[in-house]
């Protein structure tokens, strides 16, 4: 199995997903959370509570709401910063 975790990280909510993507397209989710942003302090907290009770997914693939600089996300609605590298050194996500 090769798994993807897929992120929505907006202004106020973060959905977080995580899907088998050797099944078909259409597959519905292994797993689903929605969290409130204002109540955690960054993203790593959100992925280390979702995480907290599965393997950590093969792949991450995050959309979020922010102008993406040299890798480094500085989010519009909140004081979160998020790097590509950090993310993948912290949670081990494949390239």
Request: one cysteine or more; hydrophobic letters at 35%; proline letters at 4%.
């Amino acid at each position: 199995m090769t798994t993807l975790l897929a992120a929505d990280i907006g202004g106020t909510k973060s959905d977080l997903a995580i899907f088998d993507i050797s099944q078909t397209p259409d597959a519905p989710p292994i797993r689903r959370k929605r969290y409130r942003n204002k109540d955690f302090q960054n993203l790593d907290t959100i992925l280390k509570d979702f995480l907290n009770s599965s393997e950590t997914p093969d792949y991450g693939c995050f959309g979020v709401a922010a102008v993406i600089h040299q890798g480094i996300v500085k989010l519009t609605n909140l004081d979160w910063s998020v790097s590509e590298e950090q993310l993948q050194r912290t949670f081990g996500f494949k390239q």
